[in-house]
């Protein structure tokens, strides 16, 4: 009877393997649509007076979910190729009260941007220096109709610090509301208590 209720969790997996994610079923958490994720992260993770840093600009569905913990956000510049590194790397150095790093890294929304990989693996890498988690918010990625596919960021992740949210909203059926988080069993099991609550 187990396995049963497995199978959705089991499809997700073998979805966010195909992508490049190395991930099983366990370490997937079904949410209320991917705001749900929003909304539980900035539950998890932030007080009043954190740091949220952010691509500029941003979703703003986002945003007000996390504006309900009273962060400060510290937005980041992009180009054509998404959050500008060196950017991010001040603000982590000028921000050691930064909990997370949110971003939109395909079809960002709202400017359509696509981060590209080498900078999907520095933002990784900047994380790990300075650890603080990234929030890959991928609502989009499946939306892709031409060229090849990117990587998603938590494909370079082996520590276990960057949380995927995703999303059947954008391809499937809106109404149902049917998202998820992908963590580490430690993040994970936050998210399981937020979502009891």
């Known amino acids: 009877a187990l396995s049963e209720f497995k199978v959705p969790f089991l499809d997700i997996a073998k979805r966010m393997n195909n992508i490049g994610i190395n991930i099983v079923a366990d370490e997937i958490l079904i949410t209320n649509g991917s705001q749900q994720g929003l909304d ?4 998890l993770f932030l007080n009043e007076g954190d740091a949220v840093i952010c ?16 962060p400060k956000f510290v937005e980041i510049p992009m180009d054509d190729d998404g959050m500008k590194m060196d950017e991010l790397e001040k603000a982590l150095k000028n921000n050691p009260n930064a909990k997370f790093i949110y971003t939109v890294p395909t079809f ?90």
């Not at 539980?40 to 539950?43: A, Q």
């Not at 691509?55 to 009273?70: D, K, Q, T, V």
Request: glycine fraction near 8%.
């Open 55 to 70: 691509e500029s600009p941003s979703y703003i569905g986002a945003l007000n979910s996390f504006r309900a913990y009273m």
């Open 108 to 197: 960002q929304n709202p400017t359509a941007r696509t981060m590209s990989l080498e900078r999907r693996e520095k933002l990784v890498q900047l994380a790990l220096e300075y650890n603080v988690p990234v929030l890959e918010d991928n609502p989009y990625g499946d939306l892709i109709y031409e060229g090849e596919r990117i990587l998603p960021i938590k494909h370079f992740d082996t520590e276990g610090i960057v949380i995927y949210l995703g999303t059947f909203s954008k391809t499937f059926c809106p109404g149902l509301r049917i998202g998820w988080v992908a963590a580490s069993p430690e993040i994970l099991r936050k998210y399981v208590l937020a979502k009891q609550g």
């Open 40 to 43: 539980f992260s900035g539950k």
